[in-house]
């Protein structure tokens, strides 16, 4: 009989929840040093939004989530209009959750280390 390698996903031991849709499927992604990755989502409706994430090991990163109008300030070099809906410290494997209303945001990793950073995400909305 022939040995195989099975190898689990960084983001195998998060659930998704049972009720939720993938908006944006695993992805693993190198962070620059001192840059950022994002993704564009829309949510069809309000939801429970969760991202999960798995990060480099001994990393750590900050994972921002802006409203699409925010997002269009800074893209035109603006400072954005108010707070963004999560701006926090990430680091291992976990899940981040927030409630969003109907509308595009933007999902962003940034890195301010001086090294690049492996990490690898999802985002999931429960509609209520």
Same mark, same amino acid.
């Given at each position: 009989?022939?040995?195989?390698?099975?190898?689990?996903?960084?983001?195998?031991?998060?659930?998704?929840?049972?009720?939720?849709?993938?908006?944006?499927?695993?992805?693993?992604?190198?962070?620059?040093? &001192?840059?950022?990755?994002?993704?564009?989502?829309?949510?069809?409706?309000?939801?429970?939004?969760?991202?999960?994430?798995?990060?480099?090991?001994?990393?750590?990163?900050?994972?921002?989530?802006?409203?699409?109008?925010?997002?269009?300030?800074?893209?035109?070099?603006?400072?954005?209009?108010?707070?963004?809906?999560?701006?926090?410290?990430?680091?291992?494997?976990?899940?981040?959750?927030?409630?969003? &209303?109907?509308?595009?945001?933007?999902?962003?990793?940034? &890195?301010? &280390?001086?090294?690049?950073?492996?990490?690898?995400?999802?985002?999931?909305?429960?509609?209520?």
């Amino acid at each position: 009989m022939p040995v195989t390698s099975v190898y689990a996903g960084p983001l195998d031991s998060i659930p998704i929840d049972p009720g939720a849709t993938t908006i944006h499927p695993e992805k693993t992604v190198t962070v620059s040093a &001192n840059g950022a990755v994002g993704s564009d989502i829309h949510v069809s409706s309000r939801a429970f939004l969760s991202i999960d994430f798995a990060v480099q090991p001994g990393r750590q990163v900050t994972l921002l989530v802006i409203t699409g109008a925010q997002k269009r300030e800074m893209d035109a070099g603006k400072q954005i209009t108010g707070r963004p809906q999560v701006r926090a410290p990430i680091d291992g494997a976990a899940s981040q959750s927030l409630t969003v &209303n109907q509308g595009g945001y933007y999902v962003a990793i940034l &890195n301010s &280390n001086p090294q690049a950073v492996s990490v690898t995400y999802r985002v999931c909305a429960r509609a209520f």
